[in-house]
């Protein structure tokens, strides 16, 4: 599975747009691009997945870049709750292998 | 989305003593269903993938013999820590993937344990 990096922390306003960045240089044809959180205590949230187009559900939107060597999950209203730690993982296997991922923190 | 439930949530064992983890899928069938073990401020790390009916696959460095592993039904796995010790001491989480969507996984809220 293609490696992936992603910024350590990120800070956003309550009530505006996260924007959370993510590249995957190496990911192949086959490859999809899953999104999950993990909130503090809790197990891992799946937010949402994509392969080449942009996606969009009740959570958060996906933007895939045309050659695909990079993503940017979107979580429209940040609140409060959002706060997390954000993973974006590359797979082509079942398994899923977890990166350090982004620390996001809403703050009011 | 899909429900997974783990049992207990947190558990507190003597040093020597064996603890068994339940992970159930409430609302879907799950053929095949994960375990991850989180240290502090770490990632989660993937012990092994149970497979119902058959043996479990173990990631590298996990000893199978340590950490038993069943999936004696679709919607059910189980995992034992045998003579458990304080480097057990971990977050453990399961997770299950429902038909039709390999990559997507649903985790349970995890289970605390704490070895004395």
């Known amino acids: 599975d293609a490696k992936t990096t992603q910024p350590t922390s990120m800070d956003c306003a309550e009530g505006r747009a996260a924007n959370l960045p993510c590249n995957h240089s190496?990911?192949?044809?086959?490859?999809?691009v899953y999104w999950y959180r993990q909130i503090h205590s809790q197990g891992p949230q799946y937010i949402i997945h994509?392969?080449?187009n942009n996606e969009t559900n009740e959570m958060a939107s996906l933007i895939i870049t045309e050659d695909r060597k990079s993503s940017t999950l979107i979580l429209p209203h940040a609140t409060l709750r959002d706060t997390a730690v954000y993973y974006c993982?590359?797979?082509?296997?079942?398994?899923?292998?977890f990166g350090a991922g982004t620390i996001l923190r809403v703050k009011s | 989305g899909a429900v997974v439930s783990q049992h207990p949530s947190w558990v507190i064992c003597k040093s020597g003593t064996s603890v068994k983890i339940e992970c159930r899928s409430l609302?879907?069938?799950?053929?095949?269903m994960f375990w991850y073990r989180q240290f502090p401020k770490q990632s989660l790390m993937l012990m092994a993938t149970s497979n119902e009916g058959s043996k479990a696959t173990y990631e590298q460095g996990v000893e199978k013999d340590k950490f038993l592993i069943n999936h004696a039904s679709l919607t059910l796995s189980t995992l034992t820590v045998t003579s458990a010790h304080p480097e057990d001491s971990s977050f453990y989480i399961c997770s299950a993937s429902p038909p039709g969507l390999p990559g997507t996984q649903y985790f349970g809220p995890g289970t605390r344990l704490l070895v004395l």
């Open positions: 190496t990911i192949s044809g086959n490859e999809y």
């Open positions: 609302d879907f069938q799950a053929t095949t």
């Open positions: 994509g392969l080449k």
């Open positions: 993982i590359v797979r082509a296997r079942n398994k899923l292998v």
